[in-house]
């Protein structure tokens, strides 16, 4: 599993952003039996989770700072994964992360980085107010 992040850009408040993971090393079934979750880092800031889906697409979590916003989902055929982010505000800034875990180990704790094995690179995300 290689992980590989990208969409971020610069974008002004209340505009929309969509970000990509795609397993550029998989087999085309990688998130068909993986969680996958987003996480962000802000400059001289702990990384918080965001949203995740189970394999399968079956459940989405979401941290309530995001709720309404985002929309995590999942494309099997193109083995990617997207987190749609409308409504986007300066406080979305950040570094963003994708994650990939065995749904077994992560449980029922989707917001816990330890629970994934496969990180991507991060791509940067910049909301101006």
């Known amino acids: 599993v290689q992980l590989q992040a990208s969409g971020g850009g610069l974008v002004q408040a209340g505009g929309s952003l969509r970000l990509s993971c795609a397993d550029s090393?998989?087999?085309?079934?990688?998130?068909?039996?993986?969680?996958v979750a987003w996480f962000r880092q802000a400059p001289g800031m702990e990384r918080e989770s965001v949203a995740s889906?189970?394999?399968?697409?079956?459940?989405?979590y979401y941290a309530d700072s995001v709720k309404g916003r985002f929309t995590i989902s999942t494309d099997n055929a193109k083995n990617t994964v997207y987190l749609q982010m409308n409504s986007l505000k300066p406080e979305d800034t950040g570094a963003y992360y994708c994650?990939?875990?065995?749904?077994?180990?992560?449980?029922?704790?989707?917001?816990?980085?330890?629970?994934?094995?496969?990180w991507g690179q991060g791509t940067q995300v910049t909301v101006s107010s």
């Open positions: 994650a990939a875990g065995d749904p077994r180990v992560v449980g029922g704790k989707w917001d816990s980085e330890s629970k994934y094995t496969y």
């Open positions: 090393a998989g087999s085309g079934r990688t998130f068909s039996s993986k969680n």
């Open positions: 889906i189970s394999w399968l697409g079956s459940r989405t």
